[in-house]
């Protein structure tokens, strides 16, 4: 691996959390332990991911916003400690910093209700303006979808009009992002966005119900779909399955990485998607990035809030000489 620089395009939210023995049923009270409050968002979660797992002198970009409330100013000091460049985070005024609800049950699940605040007013013309001045030093685009469509679509175009490699990672599927799929975009979902995009993409497709993931008879089949339109690598996390990669000649499987008891699954699929992108741009071939990221989200479920548990590089390399997928 060398030196590489990773843009990251997404949402940076504060992180509202109360583990609780159970999810609640609507219209039931729940009662678990005290709040806690981490620092979150797809976007930032991601790029916090890269920057542990760069090499020395690899960069990390985020392209964001923030409000002009107390946790706005927090936000960007928290991301500066991890050594990514916010340079290109806005503090907007007159909105709040994005906030996520979040309830973890005692098998470590989560359940998480988005409040968008600035990340909602995130728009196309400022990305535009950022990438502008970041894309030519750029090895690869991570682009997450907690974010206006408008400030996604411009992302993912200006990425491909540049020739420099882009990452979607579709969560959540939000309207038209199945616009996105084309040729050239590496996309990542997880079983549930798998579904969805390819409901989305292909409306005749038979597609299980809304109450289901995709099933590992259906994921072969929906990978496929969604390698015919982008005609690049499908990465879908399996959750404790590990995960699959589709390719020309076929799926791959992944397996999982199991580094301890789960205590919290929030964040899991960040570090997932910060550290596939960080070993792709620094010149890691698919599968050694994939199994890279997934001994990074089995390490990162191991403790309490999104970003608590990401591994450093050191701690990744030394999991991946045990690692037997």
Do not use: W
């Not at 005024?93 to 995130?122: C, F, R, Y």
């Amino acid at each position: 691996m060398g030196v590489a620089t990773v843009i990251v395009v997404g949402a940076i939210n504060i992180d509202y959390v109360v583990a609780a023995p159970h999810m609640p049923a609507p219209g039931e009270t729940v009662v678990g332990e005290g709040l806690q409050i981490f620092h979150g968002g797809k976007g930032a979660n991601a790029a916090v991911a890269a920057a542990r797992a760069a090499d020395v002198n690899s960069r990390v970009f985020l392209v964001g916003a923030v409000g002009d409330d107390t946790m706005g100013p927090q936000a960007i000091s928290a991301l500066k400690a991890e050594n990514v460049d916010v340079t290109h985070v806005l503090q907007l005024s007159d909105v709040s910093t994005g906030a996520a609800l979040i309830t973890v049950d005692a098998k470590g699940e989560n359940q998480i209700t988005l409040g968008p605040g600035a990340n909602g007013q995130l728009s196309a013309e400022q990305v535009e303006r950022a990438l502008g001045l970041l894309l030519p030093q750029a090895n690869i685009v991570l682009v997450s979808a907690e974010i206006p469509y408008a400030a996604i679509a411009a992302a993912v175009r200006l990425a491909k009009a540049a020739g420099v490699s882009c990452v979607l990672n579709p969560a959540p599927v939000i309207p038209d992002i199945e616009q996105l799929l084309t040729p050239g975009i590496l996309v990542t979902p997880n079983q549930i966005e798998l579904r969805d995009l390819v409901r989305s993409l292909h409306r005749g497709a038979e597609v299980e119900s809304d109450t289901e993931v995709a099933s590992p008879p259906a994921v072969e089949s929906y990978l496929q779909l969604l390698f015919q339109s982008t005609r690049m690598p499908v990465v879908t996390t399996l959750g404790s399955q590990g995960c699959a990669v589709m390719l020309a000649d076929g799926m791959h499987a992944v397996g999982s990485y199991f580094a301890g008891q789960v205590v919290d699954t929030t964040g899991a699929g960040d570090t997932f998607n910060g550290v596939l992108c960080m070993h792709l741009a620094e010149g890691a071939p698919i599968f050694d990035a994939t199994r890279a990221a997934t001994v990074a989200a089995g390490l990162s479920v191991t403790v309490s809030g999104a970003r608590e548990g990401m591994p450093t590089k050191k701690a990744i390399a030394h999991a991946m000489a045990t690692y037997i997928d």
